[in-house]
């Protein structure tokens, strides 16, 4: 299958050069039993063919072999969309040639006459899988062999430096083909989307819970989100932050539609301010949230709540009050984000696109003390919440939620 790599048919990465194919690799799908690992890959591949949909990526064929999934297309945004696709650890825009040492050394010697300039240094990266009577290291000679002639016959002083080279050509020759590629897009990682069921998010809009939920989604999580709305202590700005994060996220999810609950939850914040303790707003707020969530969950036939809280981050978020929050609720809650710090979860939401929507203003809670509760006692929480008729109090909110397709 020898191909002119200057066919206009072809697709360009990032160095100029017309492409055939979009290589993706993956990581902990591999190590998975077989009968898991196939149904991951097809999940993984159905994933990828979605985000390719949902940016109007033409492609021919997706095929799969062992540890690789082949996207053949003349769109050179493939490499980049595929690599956004959870599961995925890194793609390359490759080109296609015969299995064998000869057509390996032709595309490379083609590719290094124009890639590798007067006075750069090059090298050669070879692999192989499936039957050859070639070794790698076979590859890699004959590979770089061609180049250097080639080059010489250019009037270049060729110089091979395989420690730290100024260009490299990537060799991949499998079972039926070989590829040849210049460059790898890092993949976000994870495990596909959809593997790992569905878990309820609570999303306030601001940078933590976005980015609480994105993590999760890479494990594989489906997501509900779950916004509680305080109004009227809260402005209008939170409610319609909040949702475009949703929609920010919806957007690393193509081929699947969030389920977003809206609920009431000022009227509940009204009766914590009249009745309890004012200092334990915060704390009787998130665990009527998580009340509220873990209806949802059930209905949903979810399997967990996910929160943005992060330990000590703020006055309501410390290890004492984060006990107090759950203390007897059998409710399974997850807390990716328990142990980032500021930086970190800032840079998180700049990579998935919710830093610039979290960051807008949508002033602040009204209903929170002006000395809010830091170290709860867990035992004092559930007295304060027999002042309420917490039951009752989910089963308004609830039957007031709007369910919404963002």
């Keep these: ?176 083909l070989a590829y040849i590629f210049l460059e790898t897009v890092k993949g976000v990682g994870g495990l596909p989307l959809g593997t790992q069921g569905n878990m309820v998010v609570l999303i306030s809009g601001g940078l933590d819970s976005p980015v609480a939920a994105w993590l999760m989604m890479k494990r594989g999580v489906m997501i509900t989100p779950v916004y509680c709305n305080n109004s009227p202590y809260a402005e209008d700005a939170a409610r319609e932050r909040a949702f475009d994060c949703i929609r920010q996220l919806q957007k690393w999810a193509p081929g699947y539609q969030f389920t977003t609950y809206e609920i009431p939850h000022g009227p509940n914040l009204r009766s914590f301010i009249e009745t309890c303790n004012r200092k334990n707003t915060c704390l009787l707020c998130k665990r009527m949230m998580y009340r509220e969530a873990y209806e949802v969950m059930k209905k949903e036939k979810a399997s967990g709540i996910i929160t943005g809280s992060s330990l000590g981050q703020v006055a309501s978020q410390t290890a004492a009050n984060m006990h107090a929050e759950i203390y007897q609720l059998a409710i399974p809650i997850y807390h990716p984000l328990i142990s980032f710090d500021k930086t970190e979860i800032m840079d998180i939401a700049r990579k998935i696109g919710t830093y610039d929507i979290s960051s807008r203003q949508a002033g602040s809670c009204g209903a929170v003390p002006e000395r809010p509760e830091i170290g709860a006692n867990y035992d004092l929480i559930v007295l304060e919440e027999k002042k309420l008729d917490s039951e009752t109090m989910v089963s308004n909110a609830l039957k007031a939620a709007k369910i919404l397709k963002l």
Excluded at 19 to 45: C, F, H, Q
Excluded at 68 to 80: Q, Y
Excluded at 92 to 108: K, M, Q, R, V
Excluded at 120 to 137: D, K
């Design 1 to 176: 299958m020898k191909r002119d790599y200057l066919d206009s048919e072809s697709s360009y990465s990032r160095y100029g050069v017309k492409t055939d194919v979009v290589i993706v690799r993956y990581g902990e799908l591999a190590l998975k039993s077989p009968g898991v690992r196939n149904w991951y890959e097809k999940i993984l591949m159905k994933n990828i063919a979605a985000m390719l949909d949902s940016r109007d990526i033409p492609y021919s064929l997706m095929r799969r072999e062992w540890g690789r999934i082949f996207i053949e297309t003349t769109d050179p945004r493939a490499s980049e969309a595929a690599a956004d696709v959870f599961g995925v650890v890194s793609t390359s825009p490759a080109l296609i040639t015969e299995p064998n040492l000869e057509g390996a050394a032709e595309t490379c010697a083609l590719l290094g006459k124009d890639l590798i300039m007067e006075g750069e240094s090059f090298a050669i990266r070879a692999r192989r899988s499936g039957n050859h009577p070639f070794s790698s290291t076979d590859i890699g000679k004959t590979c770089g062999d061609a180049v250097w002639n080639e080059l010489e016959k250019e009037g270049q002083n060729p110089r091979v430096d395989l420690s730290s080279p100024d260009k490299e050509i990537f060799v991949e020759i499998r079972q039926n």
